[in-house]
């Protein structure tokens, strides 16, 4: 039977405390199979303890709305298990990478939920194979709606990178304009004194020429 919940809101602490170790996209499970999960407690809180007793459950979707697919377990001690396995029912959705796993507290509600809801953990995404079933058009939309979720984070990365690296380059093309120029005011300011020296007013026009990044920038001081 599918069970599915709308999530307005998915902060950042509720995806650790429950570290699992597998599976993962590199331990994936087989439908049909027993397959076995294991996790343990990372470094934030809550910890597993103050968790306590736990479903878990086989789901997909995105951040925003999730189905779950199967019941893995009603009630778990995560504190003191560690480890389960379950038996994944290859007739509840079909071959892919969009799996993944929820803890959610039976007791302790989430500090971060404005609704008072129980606490959530999950795994990351990892692959079932040999399924033999499909999804309906709602449970598919939630699928495609968490890949898109995904694609955009790594544009966004990819974009902050390379914003990065010309901001790196603007600022070292700053620093070397700004270090000829104050080599042509030093220039001037001694020309300028040499002039005094003799008791003349003089000139002296000082250019330089840089080419930084393919743009020529010319600097001229006068002196009198």
Do not use: H
């Not at 459950?57 to 003191?80: F, M, R, T, Y």
Request: glycine share 8%; hydrophobic share 45%; net charge neutral.
């Amino acid at each position: 039977m599918l069970a599915a919940l709308s999530l307005l809101a998915l902060v950042p602490s509720a995806l650790a405390t429950i570290y699992v170790t597998q599976p993962t996209p590199s331990l994936p499970c087989v439908g049909g199979s027993p397959c076995t999960i294991i996790w343990a407690e990372d470094t934030n809180a809550p910890t597993l303890s103050t968790i306590g007793l736990a479903s878990v459950g086989l789901w997909v979707g995105s951040q925003i709305s999730q189905v779950e697919l199967q019941v893995l377990s009603p009630s778990v001690e995560v504190a003191k298990t560690g480890q389960l396995i379950a038996t994944i029912d290859p007739s509840v959705g079909s071959n892919m990478d969009q799996y993944f796993l929820r803890f959610t507290s039976l007791s302790y509600v989430d500090p971060n939920s404005q609704y008072g809801a129980l606490y959530n953990s999950f795994s990351s995404k990892f692959t079932l194979s040999s399924m033999t079933g499909t999804f309906n058009s709602t449970t598919q939309a939630l699928i495609d709606a968490g890949k898109a979720g995904e694609t955009a984070v790594v544009a966004t990365t990819a974009v902050t990178s390379v914003t990065a690296a010309k901001t790196s380059a603007i600022v070292a093309k700053s620093s070397t304009v700004a270090a000829a120029s104050g080599t042509l005011r030093a220039a001037a300011a001694s020309a300028s004194a040499t002039g005094s020296t003799s008791g003349s007013s003089t000139a002296a026009s000082l250019s330089s020429a840089l080419i930084v990044g393919g743009a020529v920038l010319s600097l001229v001081v006068l002196v009198l």
